[in-house]
């Protein structure tokens, strides 16, 4: 059985900074995609960045020079470095394993508000 656990998410004023973290556990293959996708209220998931194995990585056009992805294979761990926080970026942010299938995180919360 493969489980996400993110953390990371709060409050933060616009202009300001935080960092997601997502740990995976359970047998995973070797070869995946780990990626961070959101949710704001009434509208639909979207992605924001994903990165694969060796570090190839896909960004939303909207996060571009704010948000950094990494990953530490040995931990199964996903990361994302969020700078430069917008209004807009408040949403809830799941963090997703692609190998065989697709799992799912329980989301964390992030809000930038003044």
């Known amino acids: 059985q493969v489980q996400l656990v993110e953390s990371g998410g709060g409050l933060v004023q616009p202009g300001g900074s935080l960092r997601l973290s997502c740990v995976a556990s359970?047998?995973?293959?070797?070869?995946?995609?780990m990626g961070w996708y959101r949710q704001a209220p009434g509208k639909q998931r979207e992605l924001v960045a994903k990165?694969?194995?060796?570090?190839?990585?896909n960004y939303a056009d909207s996060v571009k020079g704010r948000f950094t992805i990494s990953r530490d294979n040995a931990k199964n761990t996903v990361y994302l470095q969020m700078n430069s926080l917008k209004p807009e970026d408040t949403a809830i942010y799941y963090c997703k394993l692609e190998e065989q299938r697709d799992y799912w995180g329980q989301g964390t919360q992030v809000t930038v508000s003044s």
């Open positions: 990165i694969r194995t060796f570090g190839s990585t």
């Open positions: 359970g047998i995973i293959s070797r070869i995946n995609v």
